[in-house]
């Protein structure tokens, strides 16, 4: 399993970061799952070794416009591919409002299979029950298009045992309704010991897989393996968490106990902690402090300011600086026009975040990869 941040800035994207978009390359299968899609995401995903036609789930926090404006415009280059299978995409109450808006008023259709799931707000979301239902009204039957309630347990499910994995989601706190996203594998079989097996004499064959996969085995001059004796216990399958825009996650708390990743969002450091928060955003201080409770094994810090110039800038030679412009441009979640400020970089959240915790952590620039092992 292999996450690949695609654009890991916050607000729009700039020549140095691109908006929101998070790519997981799922294990034991080419297939890739994508999470949130801001705008210039299928430059980015051109621009990487990823196949946008493996994409099968696309997955959006946020119905903000740093995490979706790519959607319409990647959903309709890839109407241009054979995909294997029907892309699933899921986010949001409003998305599908969303996605068939755009592509009406351009003029533009799709010309694969694909199904969109939104998930219908919850208490803790805060959204008006009448606008929930009135949301709900105008919408005329599709085949592809079905809502899910959030479960009893406090989680939404969406995908289980497909690729291996199970897919839920999870309420966080951010300005409007925000998911954070929990793939859990199945567990992975036991180590297979075949030293053992050429201890007891046995020379390794065709039938190793057979016991590998759990079977009992009889060889031709008659001996019986058994897989108990051969194979380990089966190995805990990996857990990521990948979260939206939020100024406080601790729902997913119970839910992310001993996560392999928790990737989570940082977009200002900590001396700017009262504006994050105004602002339904996180500092190192808070992403740590989540990723303490969760007991993650490693966090991943991504939604930077673009106030924050990425690290991979410093060894660049001729980097483009942005010229001075008069006035303030328009902004899409409120925030102040703070990217004039080139001195700083990711390195200040970095040295923030390993001041309160002591697990590994990195800051994403675009492209940043980090593999999840696997359990030993
Ligand atoms: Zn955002
Ligand atoms: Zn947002």
């Known amino acids: ?76 280059t890839l109407s241009s591919s054979v995909l294997p299978s029907t892309v699933m995409i899921y986010g949001p109450l409003g998305l599908r409002e969303f996605i068939e808006t755009t592509l009406r008023l351009s003029h533009s259709w799709l010309s694969f299979k694909y199904e969109i799931v939104e998930l219908i707000p919850n208490s803790y979301d805060g959204v008006d029950e009448n606008l929930i239902k009135a949301t709900l009204d105008k919408q005329t039957k599709d085949e592809r298009c079905r809502t899910v309630t959030i479960s009893e347990d406090g989680r939404y499910h969406l995908a289980s045992d497909e690729d291996n994995c199970s897919v839920y989601a999870v309420s966080i706190k951010h300005r409007v309704p925000t998911y954070g996203y929990i793939i859990v594998e199945n567990d992975l079989p036991g180590k297979f010991d075949i030293q053992k097996l050429q201890q007891s004499g046995i020379k390794p064959g065709p039938f190793c897989s057979r016991l590998k996969a759990g079977e009992t085995v009889t060889l031709d001059d008659g001996r019986v393996l058994s897989p108990l ?25 119970p839910f992310a106990q001993n996560c392999d990743v928790l990737v989570h969002e940082c977009t200002h450091d900590n001396t700017l902690q009262e504006k994050a928060i105004e602002f339904g955003h996180s500092t190192p201080s808070m992403a740590t402090s989540i990723a303490e409770k969760c007991k993650a094994k490693c966090l991943l810090l991504n939604h930077f300011s673009q106030r924050y110039r990425p690290k991979s800038l410093e060894d660049k030679e001729n980097v483009v600086k942005k010229p001075k412009k008069e006035g303030n441009d328009k902004k899409e979640e409120g925030e102040e026009n703070d990217d004039d400020d080139d001195d700083v970089t990711v390195d200040l959240l970095l040295e923030q975040a390993k001041q309160s915790t002591s697990k590994p952590v990195f800051v994403a620039d675009d492209f940043f990869t980090y593999t999840i092992p696997t359990a030993k």
């Open 1 to 76: 399993m292999e996450l690949i941040f695609l654009g890991t800035g916050s607000n729009n994207p700039s020549p140095h970061r691109g908006a929101s978009s998070l790519a997981l390359r799922v294990s034991g299968t080419s297939n890739i799952y994508l999470f949130d899609c801001g705008e210039g995401t299928q430059i980015q995903i051109q621009r990487s070794s990823l196949r946008a036609s493996r994409i099968t789930k696309i997955f959006l926090t946020h119905l903000h416009g740093d995490h979706l404006f790519g959607l319409p415009g990647f959903l309709c």
């Open 229 to 253: 004796d051969y194979v380990g216990p089966s190995r805990s399958g990996r857990r990521l968490v990948i979260l939206g825009d939020c100024c406080d996650a601790s729902n997913v708390i």
